[in-house]
């Protein structure tokens, strides 16, 4: 069984700010893994939350979460980036409960 991955930095910050070219900056490095996808959103809504997923391209489960990050198995930095984590009052918290040792790089 392959152990479900998830990220160890995670860039937010302000819309326009410069996060997805902070991004391809730091992918750069041969040991930072970053997930194609911009803007998961995960940590936007409660787990258990009544979402419409045909209208909307967030991630809104763990298991979809994990899927971004399945091949990240032999990098040192593994990130996403959502600046929309910023703005939510919630997100901190849903962030600790789920990667309580996860770094956040803000862009401002």
Not at 26 to 52: A, M, R, T, W
Request: net charge neutral; glycine share 6%.
């Amino acid at each position: 069984m392959t152990s479900k991955i998830l990220p160890n930095f995670i860039v937010c910050g302000a819309h326009k700010g410069g996060s997805t070219s902070l991004c391809n900056y730091l992918l750069q490095h041969p040991s930072v893994f970053i997930s194609k996808k911009k803007e998961h959103n995960f940590f936007l809504y409660d787990s258990g939350e009544d979402i419409d997923r045909e209208k909307t391209n967030d991630v809104v489960t763990l298991e979809q979460y994990h899927y971004w990050f399945r091949n990240a198995t032999h990098f040192k930095a593994i990130g996403e980036g959502s600046v929309g984590y910023l703005s939510d009052e919630k997100a901190p918290y849903r962030i600790r409960e789920i990667v309580p040792d996860v770094k956040l790089i803000m862009i401002l």
